[in-house]
């Protein structure tokens, strides 16, 4: 029965497959192949989640953008994206208007410390845009440097068993020497298995993030200097 599921599962190696080598390794190597595999499908999730999650961002931001340099009044986009929930820097830019128009309705004496009270806004919103892309992305980077490892501690435990169980048969053949080394090297595979997606994953969502934040930034800056400009024209007048 084990021999028709592992066939299923898995391609043959050496006769046995990778179930076969699971069921019959030591109960320490099977926990850690286990674990592994956890963390295998959680790192997997995790991709797919912010796969459609930076996505989003991305398209959010594009369309923004379009609206915002479109001509149309600040007035009739914060009228419109006030009412929605919005991300990226759609957020970014609600949340400046918010403050702004708050300020000026408080104190229209105080024009001075307008814009900073709409920069410190765009900091704490930007801040939060970074924190929830780029959660859950330490799992991965978790994955990726510690998955080796403790891949390579299952098959170093796995072939000190297998020696034992050597030293008690006192047969050296190969026949009896290779099942436990495999058993053990499964491991070590199954480690970098983890390893190797999480690391090239975390890579590339670092960087996606980091040029969203960019983004972000720019956006804040050219929002800053239009708000500076206002609160020129209306000490002026």
């Not at 047969?171 to 009896?176: C, F, I, M, Q, R």
């Not at 480690?191 to 997606?197: F, K, Q, S």
């Not at 960087?207 to 720019?218: H, K, P, V």
Request: aromatic share 8%; charged share 20%.
């Amino acid at each position: 029965m084990n021999e028709i599921v592992g066939g299923a599962l898995a391609s043959k190696a050496g006769g046995m497959s990778f179930l076969d080598l699971f069921l019959q390794a030591h109960i320490v190597v099977q926990a850690v192949m286990v674990g592994l595999l956890l963390a295998s499908v959680m790192s997997w999730a995790i991709v797919i989640e912010k796969s459609f999650a930076f996505r989003r961002a991305r398209r959010e931001a594009d369309s923004f953008e379009s609206l915002f340099w479109s001509g149309q009044s600040l007035e009739e986009l914060y009228s419109g994206l006030s009412r929605e929930e919005n991300i990226s820097m759609a957020a970014l830019f609600v949340a400046a208007m918010r403050e702004w128009k708050r300020s000026v309705e408080s104190s229209t004496r105080a024009l001075g410390g307008i814009q900073l009270r709409v920069e410190k806004v765009m900091d704490v919103t930007i801040s939060r845009e970074m924190e929830r892309l780029e959660r859950r992305l330490l799992f991965l980077a978790t994955v990726g440097s510690t998955a080796p490892f403790v891949g390579l501690f299952g098959t170093v435990w796995g072939i000190m068993n297998a020696f034992q169980a050597i030293a008690v048969s006192k047969n050296t053949s190969l026949a009896v020497v290779a099942p436990g080394i495999a058993e053990a090297l499964l491991a070590t595979a199954i480690g970098l298995v983890a390893a190797i997606p999480a690391v090239i994953f975390y890579n590339k969502y670092s960087a996606d993030a980091a040029r969203l934040g960019q983004r972000l930034e720019a956006f804040a800056d050219e929002f800053a200097a239009i708000v500076s400009r206002q609160i020129d024209s209306n000490s002026g007048s």
